[in-house]
């Protein structure tokens, strides 16, 4: 039986290309972390708006997104949508690192509409009186949001949020299959190369779960933080 060489996972080319997968992975989940939160705040607030329009709009975006498989949506932005561009336009983007690009794209989408839901659940917990203040003192919807009620409710889904980072984390595995080099993409580089696959996949996994691990005990930190704060 083989034995499990460390020295593939210390030091050398497959190392560096570990490591390089690690750092590209969580540059993805940060990255789409950032376009994410806003664009979920956005959409809880169209969910919420004292527009049917607006609120129909909030609505058919959750829908169409969360109930499409990530996958899907992953090859769609990588594939399809480009074709709907201008050949030049086409030609640009994958001359460039489409591959990066769709990913984004595909994780944003998805994780906002996951996000909003949860905003939107801490928006509707807080006290309708807090924003009958607001609108009292004379702001508008959207000033006493963002003054008044967003704060609060950004405070309570703190723990849910964080749960869906976690599940951003992992998603990040999927974007391998359009070649981006993240974490999955350079450990399969790496078994195909070496024919190591014990030494190449235990990297990955535990990496994922070193992850994994320290976003859970933030959200579990959170939550102890959030009741003490009820109390």
Do not use: C
């Not at 769609?76 to 990913?103: D, I, T």
């Not at 996949?201 to 102890?224: D, E, K, M, P």
């Amino acid at each position: 039986m083989a034995h499990f060489d460390l020295a593939l996972l210390l030091s050398g080319n497959y190392h560096d290309w570990l490591l390089s997968g690690l750092n590209i992975s969580l540059q993805l989940s940060a990255l789409t972390l950032a376009l994410a939160l806003p664009l979920s705040v956005a959409v809880a607030l169209l969910r919420l708006a004292p527009s049917r329009a607006l609120n129909w709009l909030g609505f058919a975006y959750v829908e169409a997104i969360r109930n499409v498989p990530l996958l899907a949506h992953m090859l769609f932005w990588y594939f399809g949508a480009p074709e709907m561009l201008p050949a030049p336009w086409k030609e640009r983007l994958y001359a460039g690192n489409m591959e990066l690009l769709g990913a984004v794209a595909a994780l944003t989408l998805y994780t906002a509409a996951y996000m909003a839901e949860d905003i939107r659940s801490g928006i509707r917990a807080i006290p309708v009186q807090q924003f009958e203040a607001g609108r009292a003192l004379g702001f508008g919807f959207l000033a006493t949001m963002r003054l008044v009620v967003l704060p609060q409710a950004l405070r309570t889904t703190a723990p849910p949020l964080i749960s869906q980072t976690l599940n951003l984390w992992k998603n990040t595995s999927i974007a391998t299959v359009i070649g981006v080099a993240e974490l999955m993409y350079q450990a399969q580089r790496v078994e195909t190369s070496s024919f190591r696959s014990v030494e190449a996949f235990a990297f990955a996994t535990a990496a994922y779960l070193a992850v994994s691990l320290g976003i859970s005990a933030l959200a579990a930190w959170s939550q102890r933080r959030h009741a003490r704060g009820g109390a």
